[in-house]
């Protein structure tokens, strides 16, 4: 029998994409002992913006969610995602940052890493990938992503050609990810078909979004095109901005006599768990019905849902919604201009912004911002396609070369590390500390501020009972 199996995807991306990843340890805690039993793929539970969020809005440590869900869930492999050089967040790190964050992350407790790039410029994950290799145990797997998006460079040649080096680097497994939800039923089926037969065998694992409706569909052409993997959330916090129902999938997989090695009973159980927590979260506003829906928009104009919203604030802001439909013109334009990135934060924002100011200001790269400054001098990587020389001398100086990220990064100081000594004080008890102080410095003080005023609050209070 065909096997197809389910990464459940609801402890992280799910609650990131509907309920801005607000789900406190204490919504979940209860279900994870029967999650352990149903038999996914992975679960994906850390990484993303599950960190910042455990310091910044749930007073949480990050590392000690993730070790509470390792102990709970001894028989899962726990999976976490992380943007390569840029680990959590959008800026790059030094390389040995990286490779001690990739050696907590397995020592805490997760199994499979999967490493991006937004640019997909894989120098950028190949840190990750070997401290992945340096620290793996028996159970580790290093998974090679692929941010999707289309555009007239990115063929399925292209994309056949990524996924040959991802398997040359030596991942395990390889991801597409379609982060915006706008890979057609068709694409899907050429594009996996496509990589199946010129990359031979990898397990391939596709990552998508309900945002445009189409993720139901493009799942079962992916899966007829030979996909192994596919990322689904439990019913009650799937579709809209997150993924498809892991029990709809069960249901429509079983007819096909495919098995997804899935247990029923208990996949309806996680959903029992997380149903009035649904509704606990619209109550409270937390979830935004338009979140929920379908946005067809994104295919009409070939941009993430995320990134029109964020055009349509700004231009309300200064006053301009009349210029919308000009900025939507130009936003292929400035793409072409910096290479054809993917569009994914921080990119689709850069793109987004600079399409609205050149039209604004009625000249084109009149202003230009910092951030797309950065990336014409090489601070993100390399772009997928040559960018324009015109703007790029613009921006550099006649004759003026871009530097190579990798030559700051490959730094090897430790002076990262003792600047967070330094900064933490009695602060920090561990490396983790550190960790979190060197990713989200003000979030993470704050964190251990309030962690040791709690302790000395429940000290004296002891005492005084004595
Ligand atoms: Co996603």
């Given at each position: 029998m065909k096997q197809i199996?389910?990464?459940?995807?609801?402890?992280?991306d799910a609650q990131q994409s509907l309920i801005a990843t607000r789900m406190?340890?204490?919504?979940?805690?209860?279900?994870?002992?029967?999650?352990?039993?149903?038999?996914?793929?992975?679960?994906?539970?850390?990484?993303?913006?599950?960190?910042?969020s455990c310091l910044r809005y749930l007073g949480e440590d990050p590392w000690e969610r993730l070790r509470k869900i390792r102990a709970a869930?001894?028989?899962?492999r726990l999976q976490m995602l992380l943007r390569g050089q840029n680990l959590l967040g959008y800026k790059h790190y030094h390389d040995d940052v990286v490779e001690k964050f990739v050696e907590l992350s397995i020592k805490n407790g997760i199994d499979v890493i999967r490493i991006f790039d937004a640019l997909n410029d894989f120098r950028n994950i190949q840190t990750a990938l070997e401290a992945t290799k340096k620290y793996a145990n028996e159970r580790t797997v290093a998974s090679g992503c692929i941010s999707y998006t289309q555009s007239p460079v990115h063929t399925v040649e292209k994309y056949v050609q990524m996924c040959k080096e991802l398997k040359a680097m030596g991942f395990d497994t390889i991801c597409l990810k379609d982060?915006?939800?706008?890979?057609?039923?068709?694409e899907a089926e050429t594009l996996i078909k496509g990589?199946?037969?010129?990359?031979?065998d990898i397990p391939l694992i596709l990552h998508t979004h309900c945002t445009t409706g189409m993720a139901y569909m493009t799942i079962t052409k992916a899966i007829e095109a030979g996909v192994d993997v596919i990322d689904c959330a439990s019913s009650a916090l799937s579709n809209g901005t997150s993924q498809p129902a892991t029990e709809t999938m069960f249901y429509a997989l079983q007819q096909y006599g495919i098995d997804c090695g899935l247990k029923e009973d208990v996949i309806?159980?996680?959903?029992?768990?997380?149903?009035p927590l649904k509704q606990k979260y619209i109550d409270s506003g937390l979830l935004n019905p338009k979140s929920m829906g379908t946005d067809s928009q994104a295919l009409v104009y070939k941009v993430p849902g995320g990134m029109l919203s964020n055009m349509i604030a700004n231009l309300k802001d200064m006053n301009a919604l009349d210029k919308f439909d000009e900025a939507l013109l130009e936003i292929p334009n400035v793409r072409k201009d910096l290479g054809y990135p993917p569009l994914v934060t921080p990119l689709s924002q850069m793109v987004g912004n600079q399409a609205v100011v050149n039209v604004l200001m009625g000249e084109r790269y009149k202003q230009i911002s910092n951030e797309i400054k950065n990336y014409f001098k090489g601070e993100y990587g390399i772009a997928p396609a040559p960018v324009s020389k015109e703007l790029e001398a613009k921006i550099l100086g006649e004759g003026g070369q871009p530097t190579d990220c990798r030559i700051e990064d490959a730094k090897r100081t430790g002076e990262d590390f003792?600047?967070?000594?330094?900064?933490?004080?009695?602060l920090a008890r561990s490396e983790e500390d550190l960790m979190s102080y060197i990713c989200f410095p003000d979030q993470a003080k704050k964190f251990l501020e309030e962690r040791k005023a709690k302790e000395e609050n429940v000290c004296t209070y002891t005492i005084e009972e004595a």
């Open positions: 199996r389910i990464t459940e995807t609801v402890l992280r406190p340890f204490g919504d979940f805690e209860d279900i994870l002992s029967e999650m352990d039993k149903a038999g996914y793929y992975s679960v994906e539970c850390w990484g993303g913006a599950t960190f910042d869930m001894p028989n899962t982060m915006a939800g706008t890979m057609s039923p068709y990589i199946k037969d010129g990359v031979g309806n159980k996680v959903n029992d768990h997380f149903k003792q600047k967070a000594k330094e900064a933490l004080g009695d």
